[in-house]
């Protein structure tokens, strides 16, 4: 029996190149015959409501049913996240077409990029497949999610902060470039950030960093927007990734991004990785946090990160 789609569209995904490209996705929808029910998010965070909402409403035909997030990461992990809170006992598969600005989790699964041939990866999947995601648990705020991509600490955080609440990237969002926002907020946050201290527990060992700058767990190896930040990691794995940058000045931040550039960084002497099942990370100082791309705030951190699954919609070797 083919199944259904719940599909929840975020209008403002890739500053707006959602909400413009959904009448030839709705129309390619209507001519492969696919029987969808679609859902708009009204407001930021709607999408997790959305997807929360339909899960309990079709806890007892599941396998019918798939939701489709059409988005960018940040729409991706709000709908994961409503549906991983449902606790159905046969959870409602999950998929998403990129269309947001960064697509991070895209670019980590292999699936295509570009939204035809990423509809077809989706519409032509034959059977769910259970991949590997982040779970990050909050022992300060007793708060859980889920994550698809990653959570960072710092740095990356701060820029996502810093760009959300750039008044010049609403101007830029207008004239198609929202990414020179990300541009404009990493110069200007690279020279405000400090490090701060941080504690990781990994594998029965501790390391202690006076000075940490840039700490991000992922799942797979891209952050901002295909910024290969962990070539190690990937989604078919059954473990997390961490990378812990340390203060650099001016001189050896230059020569981190040539690295990263060049995919050699975690050589470097600044740069730590880890690879683990489970992680915890304590930071005692008021640090800027980011989960998929969207904003946790500024606070203390004592946190666990695990790896945890979920069945996706998605065949990208088609
Ligand atoms: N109706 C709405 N009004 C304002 N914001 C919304 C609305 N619906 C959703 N949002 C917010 O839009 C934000 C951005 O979505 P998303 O991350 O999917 O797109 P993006 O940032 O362009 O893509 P990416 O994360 O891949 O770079 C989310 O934080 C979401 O809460």
């Not at 959602?18 to 129309?27: L, Q, R, S, T």
């Not at 390619?28 to 309990?56: C, D, W």
């Not at 489709?68 to 729409?75: E, F, N, P, S, Y």
């Not at 960064?102 to 999947?125: E, T, Y």
């Amino acid at each position: 029996m083919a199944v259904k789609y719940y599909v929840i569209l975020n209008d403002h995904a890739g500053a707006g190149r959602a909400k413009a490209v959904w009448p030839a996705i709705e129309e390619q929808l209507n001519q492969r015959n696919v029987t969808f029910e679609l859902g708009r998010s009204q407001y930021a965070g709607h999408s997790i409501l959305l997807a929360h909402q339909f899960a309990k409403n079709h806890a007892s035909d599941p396998a019918n049913w798939v939701v489709l997030a059409v988005g960018g990461d940040g729409t991706l992990h709000q709908v994961l996240n409503g549906l991983n809170d449902a606790h159905l006992t046969t959870p409602i598969p999950v998929a998403y077409l990129p269309v947001g600005s960064g697509n991070d989790f895209a670019r980590g699964l292999k699936m295509a990029n570009s939204w035809r041939p990423a509809l077809n990866q989706i519409l032509d999947c034959t059977a769910a497949n259970w991949l590997t995601i982040g779970q990050y648990r909050d022992t300060i705020k007793q708060s859980s999610s889920v994550f698809t991509n990653n959570v960072g600490i710092g740095l990356d955080a701060a820029i996502v902060a810093a760009a959300n609440s750039s008044r010049l990237k609403v101007f830029l969002n207008r004239i198609h470039m929202g990414k020179l926002a990300y541009l404009f907020s990493f110069i200007n946050v690279v020279y405000n950030q400090q490090g701060f201290p941080l504690t990781v527990h990994v594998n029965g060992h501790r390391d202690i960093y006076s000075k940490a700058f840039l700490v991000t767990v992922s799942n797979h190896p891209y952050f901002g927007g295909g910024i290969n930040i962990l070539p190690p990691a990937s989604v078919s794995d059954a473990n997390l990734d961490l990378i812990v940058v340390e203060k650099p000045n001016l001189f050896k931040m230059i020569g981190i991004a040539l690295m990263i550039a060049l995919g050699r960084h975690l050589k470097m002497k600044s740069v730590h990785h880890y690879h683990a099942a489970k992680i915890h990370l304590i930071a005692p100082s008021i640090e800027y946090g980011q989960i998929d791309g969207e904003e946790l705030g500024g606070k203390y951190w004592d946190a666990y990160f695990e790896i945890t699954q979920y069945p996706f919609w998605i065949d990208p070797t088609i």
